[in-house]
């Protein structure tokens, strides 16, 4: 892996955002609009009031930040509050100006300069608006009522060698997942395993405080082993989408091969391995700077939200998962708490992992996954003893899909968008990377 040291020379630009004199002039200007409209007193005050605030609160970040990356969370902040509360009123209330949406737009057009979001898109690609993502939230939570009164015998099959997918977030891991889904003697809940680890009050992380996603042995009581174990039961489902539990109960298998991917599991090793003792595990690490890269991109789309808020964070909401010492970050950039992610959760992996025996875990590099995919996944078929078949062979034949959680089309190089950014950090990980570097 190439050294990084020379990107160290680039100069960062400022970050694009308006000056506290700026923002000042842009309230000013809608102080004299409104001087002329016919406002009731109420909401006239209620507006001065939010308009006062919001100004007092972006010359204390500009005052602290200035156009630093440092201060772009807190910005984002802002700006997003301008746009949800702030805005409308100001486009109901002087709908008649044609200048109010020219005061407007500087401010809340920030946020799309800053790093536009891509839409979010279903299991075939399409674009789906805010309300499609509500009535789906809607769907799921429906199902997930309808799964809590399930049958309290419920038979549970035998998790027999459970494969679990630890790494990094966005290291690659759906496409990995994606594709070993389509073996045929592997079972998954089709997604990943956040609302049902969490979904257990002694799991989630508020009952620690919030201080990570970490868990360990002493987590695995036989009480959430079983309730863990009822949980996925009830989601299973084989690679045609069949659920375990639509299967007549005389023709439900008695073993299973589980496969599950979480990235918050870089950090539950331990805790995994206690629950299912003949557990495999598939370490798949990216090269740092794409890694991290798309760990940046993931943070400025906000659709990777994990808690919102977070207690003791003083920002709106924190992406990805929670690792230790994440309290430490409350002013750093963007790209040096992705890469703080991307350090602690492949330190987690490395150490926990190595303290294993050789035999439970094998290693993957994105890179391989993507060039050589026939080779990568036969490896992976047998370290964990997979039948393959003439559906997986069609797949293998093929470059590997688009994983369903993609934010932008792949391409060579595409981190380079941020190597000023990159280039502030990656110096700080190199034992690591060097590491990665001749993992096998």
Known sequence: MCRTNSLAQVPLNDLPVLTATEIEEQVAAIYGLLENCSLPQGQLEQLTEKLA??????QAVFAKFGQNYRGE??????????SRKIAPLLQKWLSSSVAIQEIINPITSMLSTLSPSPPLRGKDGEMLSLMQRKRLLIVKKKHQSQLEVEDKNLSIPEFEKPIFIVSAPRAGSSLLFETLAKFPDLWTIGDES??????IPALHPAARNFSSNRLDEGDATPEISATLRKGFTQQLQNREEVKYLNIAE???PNKIRFLEKTPKNALRVPFLMALFPDALFIYLYRDARENISSLLEGWRSQRFISYQPLPGWEHSQ??????????????SSLVEIAAYQWKMANSYLIEDLQSLNPSCWCSVNYRDLIEHPGQT???IAQFAQLHQDKQIEQILSQPLPIAQRTLSAPRQEKWRKHERELATVLPDLENIIDFLQYLK
């Open 73 to 82: 969370l807190a910005y984002r902040d802002l700006i997003g509050e301008f």
């Open 53 to 58: 605030e919001f100004q007092s609160q972006w």
């Open 250 to 252: 005389n023709e439900r």
């Open 377 to 379: 996944i036969n490896h």
């Open 194 to 199: 956040h609302e049902i680890i969490e979904g």
């Open 318 to 331: 924190w992406s990805f998962l929670l690792v230790p010492g994440w309290s430490s970050l409350q002013e």
